[in-house]
């Protein structure tokens, strides 16, 4: 499996931006595909954003589609959620996951994905 840590949550005012960072070991990351995910207090955690290894096309929850943006770099075996415009509501405990030997990302229930770290908070203010 590949271990994944997130960093770069805090507090940030509304429409201010944050960078999230995933660093990742193991041997298959380069092959794997990757997603963030998130979770408001008192809610089911969501989907935000996922893409394959293979460079494909990104997938976005509707909800932050034109504010976030996902990105890998492989040689660092990092992956990142560029949040931009951030509101209230994008408050919430954000996970990276990971499938392993996944070209193009197929589903986007928690359940697809089988490597997940332990989150960072992010905090929008109004």
């Known amino acids: 499996q590949v271990q994944l840590v997130e960093s770069g949550g805090g507090l940030v005012q509304t429409g201010g931006s944050l960078r999230l960072s995933c660093a990742a070991s193991?041997?298959?990351?380069?092959?794997?595909?990757v997603a963030w995910f998130r979770q408001a207090p008192g809610k089911e955690r969501e989907f935000v954003a996922a893409?394959?290894?293979?460079?494909?096309?990104?997938l976005y929850a509707d909800s932050v589609k034109g504010r976030f943006t996902l990105s890998r770099d492989n040689a660092k075996n990092t992956v990142y959620l560029q949040m931009n415009s951030l509101k209230p509501e994008d408050t919430a405990v954000y996970y990276c996951?990971?499938?392993?030997?996944?070209?193009?990302?197929?589903?986007?229930?928690?359940?697809?994905?089988?490597?997940w770290g332990q989150g960072t908070q992010v905090t929008v203010s109004s």
């Open positions: 893409r394959g290894w293979s460079g494909g096309s990104t």
């Open positions: 996951a990971a499938k392993e030997n996944t070209a193009v990302v197929m589903a986007t229930a928690e359940v697809y994905f089988d490597s």
């Open positions: 193991g041997r298959t990351f380069s092959s794997s595909a």
